[in-house]
């Protein structure tokens, strides 16, 4: 039997998509940032952007076209308003979806929230090497 492999921590990158959030009120992205620390990664960037699809794929392409970025997390614009771009934004980008992280999310929202876990879109994805995750902007959805 091989021995375990060694913790290697990721570099991970927080997007906080909002039309009204500023560092001073960012929950969601504070809990992201935290909880990436606390599991021993090191958050390298961090920003928040408007719900804009152009502005949206504009950041998250710069952080994949940095090979030092290995994940990038993104919390916000996964409803159903019109407002809510995320998905369409980001998809685009991905060059392989990690399938299942969508429906786990919703698996455990369900047993806390209800039906009411179908308003999420939360995907994930593959692009150039680095895994990005789309969460809702709620800071108990985050955690």
Known sequence: ?????????????VLTVSDTRTAENDTSGNSL???AKEAGHNVV???IVIDDVYQLRAQVSKWIADESIHAVLVTGGTGFTARDTTPEA????FD???EGFGELFRQISYEEIGTSTIQ?????GMANKTVIF?????TNACK
């Open 120 to 124: 999420s879109r939360a995907l994930a």
């Open 33 to 35: 940032d935290q909880g």
């Open 90 to 93: 980001l998809s685009v980008l």
């Open 134 to 138: 789309c969460m809702p902007g709620s």
């Open 96 to 98: 392989k979806d990690v």
């Open 45 to 47: 960037d961090r920003a």
């Open 1 to 13: 039997m091989s021995a375990p492999s060694p913790f290697v921590p990721l570099n991970i990158a």
